[in-house]
């Protein structure tokens, strides 16, 4: 079973995420890219994709990537400015999902929080009160504890994730 861990990465939390993940991966035939730098995913068994989330969902570069795929068993990731454990990340993880369902397999999904770009917060700051995007003081603080994201421990816990389900599909081709 061959691997391609893929992301697309704004401020680098993607890539820290995806650099992780391929770390703990115990399978030999593995690779790591950016996802600007694949052409062509034909000899891959399983690709890992990771995004980052902007506007609900996956990144434009990472969509169009998803929406290429064919006949893979995938695995997602993303890293996002906000909770992990909300009802924003699940939406936005169903819809990379939403992108490669009909003609692959997901096998795994992953989502954590990850430091949102100081351009993306200046730009929030200036937007008027009552925007949804106009900063607060309950956001601040979130963009705070963001600025820690994808810790040692999310990367860790993205890695465990993915090596067990792969280890599970293995067993299952034996």
């Known amino acids: ?25 115990s399978q030999k035939e593995k690779e790591i ?6 052409d062509n995913t034909d000899e891959y068994d399983v690709v890992l994709a990771g995004y980052w989330v902007d506007k609900g969902g996956p990144n434009q570069e990472a ?8 006949n893979k068993t995938i695995g ?30 997901v096998f795994c999904r992953y989502i954590c929080q990850g430091k949102l770009s100081d351009k993306i917060i200046d730009m929030f700051k200036q937007l008027p009160e009552g925007n949804p995007h106009a900063i607060t ?11 820690n994201h994808p810790s040692e421990a999310d990367i860790a816990l993205a890695g465990e994730l993915f090596e067990e389900r792969l ?8």
């Open 137 to 147: 003081e309950e956001k601040l603080f979130r963009y705070k504890i963001a600025e």
């Open 167 to 174: 280890q599970s599909i293995c067993l299952k081709q034996e």
């Open 1 to 25: 079973m061959k691997i391609l861990v893929t992301y697309a990465s704004l401020t680098g939390n993607t890539q820290k995420l995806a650099e992780g993940i391929f770390e703990a991966l």
């Open 33 to 38: 890219r950016p996802m600007m730098e694949v």
């Open 63 to 70: 969509s169009e990537f998803l929406g290429k795929l064919e």
């Open 76 to 105: 997602l990731f993303a890293t996002l400015g906000y909770w992990p454990d909300s009802e924003h990340a699940y939406g936005s993880l169903k819809k990379g999902e939403a992108l490669v369902e009909e003609k692959n397999k």
